[in-house]
């Protein structure tokens, strides 16, 4: 089945220790993007990459990294430096010429 | 500025009736737009995108763009309290970048 698959679903960190979220797509799509989404607040953008080996800083990038090495993977990674990583992180992914997003299952991150 | 605005709501709505959603967006530049339907804890899902101005009809579902004041609506007709969900705007710029409104909380009460 073709899709977007995001994992964990839940993640336990403490405070101060980097962890990094995969994502993967098997549509072929060449965009992918990274929202971080807190209880009722909307999706705000952290990255997205439109081509392999190329992606830009969204609206809270800090404290955050990313990397496009293949196509279809797009891994978040969120650093010590991000002062409140707790929170529901969801990856999405689209063809780049303006059709809808399609979205994973997202990941519950919960740093302690 | 935001660049996508929506009412955070709730909106409440008698079952039978029609939701009425709005959005507003600042680029002008932007190409493209969407409505997701997002439940509690879950993904969102996707129910409208409309590329050019005027209506665009689907089931209960009718989207509307006006370019030109940079807005763009939803409507839902005869609601359902399966419809009880937070309803996010989405649009899409001219250089790819996909952001999302607040979102808008919808209640549907029987």
């Known amino acids: 089945d073709g899709g977007i698959t995001q994992s964990p679903k839940y993640l336990f960190r403490k405070e101060g220790q980097n962890v990094t979220l995969s994502c993967e797509q098997n549509?072929?799509?060449?965009?992918m993007y990274w929202y971080r989404q807190d209880p009722g607040q909307g999706l705000r953008l952290i990255y997205y990459?439109?081509?392999?080996?190329?992606?830009q800083k969204g609206d809270i990038a800090e404290g955050y990294s990313v990397s496009r090495e293949k196509k279809e993977s797009f891994p978040l990674t969120v650093t010590s430096a991000q002062k409140n990583p707790t929170a529901f992180y969801l990856c999405?992914?689209?063809?780049?010429?303006?059709?809808?997003?399609?979205f994973g299952q997202g990941t519950r991150l919960t740093v302690v | 500025q935001k660049e996508v605005e929506q009412n955070s709501g709730p909106l409440s709505v008698p079952e039978g009736a029609i939701a009425s959603l709005n959005c507003t967006y600042s680029d002008r530049g932007s190409q493209s737009f969407f409505w997701y339907r997002q439940y509690s804890g879950k993904s969102p899902e996707l129910i409208m995108f409309?590329?050019?101005?005027g209506d665009k009809e689907d089931g209960r579902f009718t989207a509307q763009l006006n370019k030109a004041s940079q807005y763009v609506s939803l409507l839902i007709r005869d609601s359902q309290p399966s419809d009880s969900a937070t309803y996010l705007c989405?649009?899409?710029?001219?250089?790819?970048?996909?952001?999302f409104g607040a979102g808008t909380q919808v209640v549907v009460t029987p």
């Open positions: 989405a649009v899409r710029s001219s250089w790819g970048k996909l952001q």
């Open positions: 999405a992914s689209s063809t780049p010429i303006g059709l809808e997003a399609f």
């Open positions: 549509l072929n799509h060449d965009a």
């Open positions: 990459s439109q081509i392999v080996n190329d992606f």
């Open positions: 409309i590329y050019s101005n």
